[in-house]
């Protein structure tokens, strides 16, 4: 650091009870978004199995 100049402080982090529940969130909705994703390729599959022409 040069003489006559003070220290910039940086941003304090967020809150580790708030970012752990940011992060439960974010799983959650992965959860949710896999378990969709999974039964719209079941009924995919299930539609080709039994209607071959559509």
Same mark, same amino acid.
């Given at each position: 650091?040069?003489p006559?100049r003070? #220290? #910039?402080? +940086? +941003?304090? &982090? +967020?809150? &580790?009870?708030?970012?752990?529940?940011?992060?439960?969130c974010?799983l #959650?909705?992965?959860?949710?978004?896999?378990?969709?994703?999974?039964?719209q390729?079941?009924?995919?599959?299930?539609?080709?199995?039994?209607? &071959?022409e559509?």
């Open positions: 650091m040069m006559g003070s #220290q #910039q402080k +940086a +941003a304090p &982090p +967020a809150a &580790p009870a708030e970012s752990e529940v940011v992060l439960e974010v #959650q909705l992965r959860r949710i978004g896999d378990k969709w994703n999974l039964r390729k079941i009924l995919n599959l299930l539609t080709k199995l039994f209607c &071959p559509t």
